[in-house]
């Protein structure tokens, strides 16, 4: 506590004090600032902090890298120091509004805001997915007994109702009630409307409604990440509109009812489908990119996965998870992503094996220890970006461990995990290959930095 406490006030005192702090959040490693003026941060001195691994700016943000675990207590320190002007108070981060940034850098914003409250739920179930998969497999859990309902009711639901999650999410996002996006999330996975999926496949028909002459065919959106997000975009939007005409005295009925009315209405007969069809043509160029003869594609999002995450639009690839799992049951990228991940834990462990400086050797332990359980944010921007060139090298591992997974068609039972957690979702069969691509990956990041540190005398 006192060790949290004093770096949250360093923190504060290097980036320019209360006054210059505008509002603050964090996601799952980063201590997120939103700062009146960037040239008052002190680099230096906030470096030397044992607590933080690095730091980066994008799109208007000035983002201190901190691990997981750790930035959720300095953030509550934090916050608490600097007062109501830099956050929300409640330990899950306000929301940042910053405006600087190409469109990218925009988007991936987005993304993040809306995606890091849902994680949690992502990765327990991703979790519990591979336990499950490991129980039935094995035999020591019958698919029609009632512990498999209960496991059933403790995995799925969080998985089944994901769209509600993340409309909700976005409608706090765009400034609307988070409650009003919710509900709209469960109308367009309601169980009245046929899935989209099982239409697709045939298992099921569309909806029948007629409309001005129309035949319109509608389906739900199960699965759908970007109708939920849009949902809750449009929630927001027709709330605060309604909030304009609408008496106050009529406020708590209209507005509600206007707003899912209109919400539904837009989605059902218009965005909706349309949404649909571009997510689902996204992740058929995912899935014909990873099943590219001889492991081309494998090797390709393998190697460049991690420039995601510098980007900070890694999050919005959950899309291609969710949509695998829905679709096939099974998911191609966890694997791959996993690749990606070892590769530059491979970096760091060579760093904390060969590096002469003490303070280097123990930043490149504790970001080793992360990035073997899947976090990578410590060791790219306290080391490997640092180190330009050892980036690299660990997108090289990286690239030729998603190679040879998407040589072996491996595939996950879940989502929500890689490296050394992802192997609770091949308990089942798989784990093997996993191991390979995860050595293939490690080892030549490994090997490559180790030869780069002593050459250039690190």
């Given at each position: 506590m006192?060790?949290?406490?004093?770096?949250?006030?360093k923190?504060?005192?290097?980036?320019?004090?209360?006054?210059?702090?505008?509002q603050?959040a964090?996601?799952a490693?980063?201590?997120?600032l939103v700062?009146?003026d960037?040239?008052?941060?002190?680099?230096?001195e906030?470096k030397?902090?044992?607590?933080?691994?690095?730091?980066?700016e994008?799109?208007?943000q000035?983002?201190?890298?901190l691990?997981?675990?750790i930035?959720?207590?300095?953030?509550k320190?934090?916050?608490?120091?600097?007062g109501?002007?830099?956050?929300d108070?409640?330990?899950?981060g306000?929301?940042i509004e910053?405006k600087g940034?190409n469109?990218?850098?925009?988007?991936?914003r987005?993304f993040?805001?809306?995606f890091l409250?849902?994680?949690p739920?992502i990765?327990?179930?991703?979790?519990?997915?591979?336990v499950?998969?490991?129980?039935?497999?094995?035999?020591?859990?019958?698919?029609?007994s009632?512990?498999?309902?209960?496991?059933?009711?403790?995995?799925?639901?969080?998985?089944?109702?994901l769209?509600?999650?993340i409309c909700?999410?976005?409608a706090?996002?765009?400034?609307?009630s988070?409650?009003?996006g919710?509900?709209l999330?469960?109308?367009v996975?309601?169980s009245t409307?046929?899935?989209?999926?099982?239409?697709g496949?045939?298992?099921a028909?569309p909806?029948?409604?007629?409309l001005?002459g129309?035949t319109?065919k509608l389906?739900g959106?199960?699965?759908?990440?970007?109708v939920?997000i849009?949902?809750?975009?449009l929630?927001?939007?027709?709330?605060?509109m309604?909030?304009?005409?609408?008496?106050?005295?009529?406020d708590?009925?209209?507005?509600?009812?206007?707003?899912?009315?209109?919400?539904l209405?837009?989605?059902?007969?218009?965005?909706?489908?349309?949404?649909?069809?571009?997510?689902?043509?996204?992740?058929?160029?995912?899935?014909?990119?990873v099943q590219?003869?001889?492991?081309?594609?494998g090797?390709?999002?393998?190697?460049?996965?991690?420039?995601?995450v510098?980007?900070?639009?890694?999050?919005?690839?959950?899309?291609?998870?969710?949509?695998f799992?829905?679709e096939?049951g099974?998911?191609?990228?966890?694997p791959?992503?996993?690749?990606a991940?070892?590769?530059?834990?491979?970096?760091?462990?060579?760093?904390?094996c060969?590096?002469k400086?003490?303070k280097l050797?123990?930043l490149a332990?504790?970001?080793?220890?992360?990035?073997?359980?899947?976090i990578t944010?410590p060791?790219?921007?306290?080391i490997?970006?640092?180190?330009?060139?050892t980036f690299v090298?660990g997108?090289?591992?990286?690239?030729f461990?998603g190679?040879?997974?998407?040589?072996?068609?491996?595939?996950?039972?879940?989502?929500g995990v890689?490296?050394?957690p992802?192997?609770?979702?091949f308990l089942?069969?798989?784990?093997?290959?996993?191991?390979?691509?995860?050595l293939?990956?490690?080892?030549?990041?490994?090997?490559l930095?180790?030869?780069?540190?002593k050459?250039?005398?690190?």
């Open positions: 006192a060790d949290d406490r004093e770096t949250a006030e923190i504060l005192l290097y980036t320019g004090g209360v006054e210059n702090v505008m603050a964090h996601c490693t980063r201590l997120r700062l009146r960037p040239k008052k941060v002190r680099e230096a906030l030397d902090l044992p607590l933080v691994k690095g730091m980066i994008s799109g208007g000035f983002q201190i890298i691990g997981t675990g930035v959720n207590k300095v953030y320190e934090f916050t608490a120091l600097a109501e002007g830099a956050g108070g409640t330990g899950n306000a929301q910053a940034g469109g990218i850098q925009r988007i991936s987005m993040g805001d809306i409250p849902v994680i739920v990765v327990a179930s991703g979790i519990l997915m591979g499950r998969s490991f129980l039935t497999g094995s035999g020591l859990m019958a698919t029609d009632n512990w498999y309902n209960i496991m059933a009711i403790l995995i799925d639901t969080g998985f089944s109702f769209p509600a999650l909700y999410s976005a706090k996002k765009f400034g609307g988070p409650i009003l919710f509900v999330g469960l109308m996975i309601s409307l046929p899935a989209a999926g099982a239409v496949k045939g298992n028909e909806m029948l409604i007629q001005l129309i319109f389906t959106f199960q699965g759908s990440v970007l939920a849009v949902g809750g975009w929630t927001a939007k027709i709330e605060n309604c909030r304009r005409f609408v008496p106050n005295v009529f708590i009925i209209l507005t509600p009812i206007l707003t899912l009315g209109i919400s209405f837009v989605i059902l007969f218009g965005v909706g489908p349309v949404i649909h069809v571009v997510e689902a043509g996204v992740v058929s160029a995912f899935r014909m990119l590219l003869p001889f492991g081309i594609g090797f390709i999002i393998g190697g460049l996965q991690q420039i995601l510098i980007l900070g639009i890694h999050h919005g690839l959950w899309v291609i998870d969710i949509n799992l829905e096939m099974t998911n191609m990228y966890m791959i992503r996993t690749a991940v070892v590769g530059q834990a491979g970096v760091v462990t060579s760093f904390f060969f590096a400086d003490k050797k123990a332990g504790s970001s080793s220890i992360a990035a073997w359980f899947g944010e060791a790219i921007f306290g490997t970006l640092p180190y330009s060139v090298l997108c090289i591992g990286s690239a461990g190679l040879f997974s998407a040589l072996m068609h491996l595939s996950a039972t879940g989502m890689s490296a050394i992802g192997y609770l979702l089942n069969g798989g784990a093997v290959e996993y191991t390979l691509v995860c293939i990956s490690a080892g030549i990041s490994f090997v930095t180790a030869v780069y540190i050459k250039k005398g690190i």
